[in-house]
């Protein structure tokens, strides 16, 4: 007569499954260790993008996807100080025009998605601020946490507004990006100073 679990599973079944497991597991970080490892500048396997996008709506409570925009119609001063706030705090990683192709964007991983397409137009008004809010583990994607509920309403409409970003917008948020982020590392100088914005 077969083995049994307390569960009424046949300890041959569980076995099988926790080898099959083991094998699977140990398989996949052999794979990867003779590949790319955990390089930020490899592009990922479909697999390994689909389980992220997995992980990422599981880790998505149903309570906030079901958020409400609380300030759906923004004034012309609202939306003006939503693409500063986007271009001094956003733009560094995800571009003005919300493309992601920046010089942190392109080399962090995930990249950051390209905003002004179906992968981020398409979620809830309620994912895009828990996102906002709450960031994303295991991503480049910081909590804003310290921002106000209408701050943060704010840049979701404007990031409803980024396909539709004039030229005249997004010269005008220029002036609102960081000026600490170099092409190149600062270097020092034969006198002990450093080459770069505030170098004298």
Known sequence: MPVK?????????????????????????????????????????A???????????????????ELKDAYPQLTAAQMKFASEHFAAHCAVCHDNNGDGRTMLGENMYPHPPDMRGLTTQDKSDGDL???????????????WGDDTPQETWELVDFIR????LTPAELARMRKYNPKTIFEEPLM???????????AR
Not at 6 to 17: A, E, S, W, Y
Not at 161 to 164: E, G, N, Q, S, Y
């Open 47 to 65: 697999f390994e993008a689909m389980m992220a996008r997995m992980m990422r709506s599981m880790a998505m409570p149903r309570r906030a996807q």
């Open 161 to 164: 507004r980024l396909p539709h």
């Open 5 to 45: 679990t307390k569960r009424g599973v046949p300890f041959r079944t569980l076995l099988v499954v926790i080898v099959a497991v083991a094998i699977t597991v140990v398989g996949f970080f052999t794979w990867l260790g003779t590949t790319h490892g955990f390089s930020a500048r490899a592009k990922p396997s």
């Open 188 to 198: 020092p100088q034969a006198g002990g100073g450093m080459r770069g914005v505030g």
């Open 129 to 143: 601020y828990f996102t906002i809010r709450n960031g994303i583990r295991m991503s480049g994607m910081p909590a």
